[in-house]
T-cell receptor, first 112, second 114 residues
Framework: DVKVTQSSRYLVKRTGEKVFLECVQDMDHENMFWYRQDPGLGLRLIYF???????EKGDIPEGYSVSREKKERFSLILESASTNQTSMYLC???????????FGDGTRLSIL | AQSVSQHNHHVILSEAASLELGCNYS??????LFWYVQYPGQHLQLLLK??????LVKGIKGFEAEFIKSKFSFNLRKPSVQWSDTAEYFCAVYGSGNTGKLIFGQGTTLQVKP
């Protein structure tokens, strides 16, 4: 069974801090994704990566960056956290082509 | 741009009632469709998927969905809900030609009263 592990379930940070969210998958999947989930808005794609060192912007990339140095790990970086980035962040991975995505448990991030 | 619309944002049902959650998508080409469920405190998990073939798709836990191409719809159904079906449900679509991005609807919160 695919396992997608996010480093923290809950995180509290301060405005202006640089925040790292980590995600690791154990199925050698090429594609990895970062979403944020907000009530009434569903899941919105922030960034995705289809290979090591490759990244593409999703629908809401502003204020975020990503890093994929190894195939199994995909990091989301909030360069300078702001209160409007308080949200649930979900990581997902999938094999190439149109396969179902597998999700981690999510990180609930609060920016004070 | 592709989009997915879920019309019901919050649904409240009693146990044993029948369920139908609406999902419409905007893409006109070949589509691959999914329903995901998120139980309280848990990760999103796949309920069912449609890639091709029989437009009536059966998933886990007694759920099914029907792909109606002419209506751009992929509604989720269950004949008799249980309290344990209380969760948030998301419809999602891959369009052919995109880069593997999954487009999600806004989600529907289902509350089942015992």
């Amino acid at each position: 069974d695919v396992k997608v592990t996010q480093s923290s379930r809950y995180l509290v940070k301060r405005t202006g801090e640089k925040v790292f969210l980590e995600c690791v998958q154990d199925m050698d999947h090429e594609n990895m994704f970062w979403y944020r989930q907000d009530p009434g808005l569903g899941l919105r794609l922030i960034y995705f990566s289809y290979d090591v060192k490759m990244k593409e912007k999703g629908d809401i990339p502003e204020g975020y960056s990503v890093s994929r140095e190894k195939k199994e790990r995909f990091s989301l970086i909030l360069e300078s956290a702001s209160t409007n980035q308080t949200s649930m962040y979900l990581c997902a991975s999938t094999a190439p082509l149109v396969q179902p995505q597998h999700f981690g448990d999510g990180t609930r991030l609060s920016i004070l | 741009a592709q989009s997915v619309s879920q019309h019901n944002h919050h649904v409240i049902l009693s146990e044993a009632a029948s369920l139908e959650l609406g999902c419409n998508y905007s893409y006109g080409g070949t589509v691959n469709l999914f329903w995901y469920v998120q139980y309280p405190g848990q990760h999103l998990q796949l309920l069912l998927k449609y890639f091709s073939g029989d437009p009536l798709v059966k998933g886990i836990k007694g759920f099914e969905a029907e792909f109606i191409k002419s209506k751009f719809s992929f509604n989720l159904r269950k004949p008799s809900v249980q309290w344990s079906d209380t969760a948030e449900y998301f419809c999602a679509v891959y369009g052919s030609g995109n880069t593997g991005k999954l487009i999600f609807g806004q989600g529907t919160t289902l509350q089942v009263k015992p």
